[in-house]
T-cell receptor, first 110, second 113 residues
Framework: QKEVEQDPGPLSVPEGAIVSLNCTYS??????FMWYRQYSRKGPELLMY????GNKEDGRFTAQVDKSSKYISLFIRDSQPSDSATYLC??????????FGAGTTVTVRA | NAGVTQTPKFQVLKTGQSMTLQCAQD?????MSWYRQDPGMGLRLIHY???????DQGEVPNGYNVSRSTTEDFPLRLLSAAPSQTSVYFC????????????FGEGSRLTVL
């Protein structure tokens, strides 16, 4: 069983829809939770970073962490075509080793 | 700032050849790492370094060597290329105080025939 499971999609939504992405994990030592965005043929870039259970909001993006269920989510409100990318969850116990999900490819249709 | 720079961007090798992927960063980050990305597998850590002269293995280190003689550079060496090493390789760096905030290069696409 992988440490981090992420539905690979792909996910296709109309512009303006809410995008919901999630990952589950098995290692209870994970303390830090990240979401990276990766455009085609580019390197990933950090989108959201959180270290506690609960919600964190940044503009149209909300990251949610439920440590008791070992479940993390990313919501994108009012999605735009420019949000079309692959989204990767990443988790670490801060030992410099990040465990990544496989990534979910999202297409926002204009 | 150029950030994290990887060279080459593309490379084709024959089985058994060796090569070095170069990575340099100009952000004075202590931590540097190499990942490979394969379809359906996500990013997997190959090797990492928390400072000059210090390296350690990640999840998939076999067939790869690294060294860290300066803070800026972290080359990845393929000793004897195999078709299983066909992948996209990413170098990443961060401050050791914030290991989750990785800055990635644009990737090196390697094909081994």
């Amino acid at each position: 069983q992988k440490e981090v499971e992420q539905d690979p999609g792909p996910l296709s939504v109309p512009e303006g829809a809410i995008v919901s992405l999630n990952c589950t994990y098995s290692n209870s030592a994970f303390q830090y939770f990240m979401w990276y965005r990766q455009y085609s043929r580019k390197g990933p870039e950090l989108l959201m970073y959180t270290y506690s259970s609960g919600n964190k909001e940044d503009g149209r993006f909300t990251a949610q962490v439920d440590k008791s269920s070992k479940y993390i989510s990313l919501f994108i409100r009012d999605s735009q075509p420019s949000d079309s990318a692959t989204y990767l969850c990443a988790l670490t116990s801060n030992d410099y080793k990040l465990s990544f999900g496989a990534g979910t490819t999202v297409t926002v249709r204009a | 700032n150029a950030g994290v720079t990887q060279t080459p961007k593309f490379q084709v090798l024959k089985t058994g050849q060796s090569m070095t992927l170069q990575c340099a960063q100009d952000m004075n980050h202590e931590y540097m790492s190499w990942y490979r990305q394969d379809p359906g597998m996500g990013l997997r850590l190959i090797h990492y370094s928390v400072g000059a002269g210090i390296t350690d293995q990640g999840e998939v280190p076999n067939g790869y060597n690294v060294s860290r003689s300066t803070t800026e550079d972290f080359p990845l060496r393929l000793l004897s290329a195999a078709p299983s090493q066909t992948s996209v390789y990413f170098c990443a760096s961060s401050l050791t105080s914030n290991a989750g905030e990785l800055f990635f290069g644009e990737g090196s696409r390697l094909t081994v025939l």
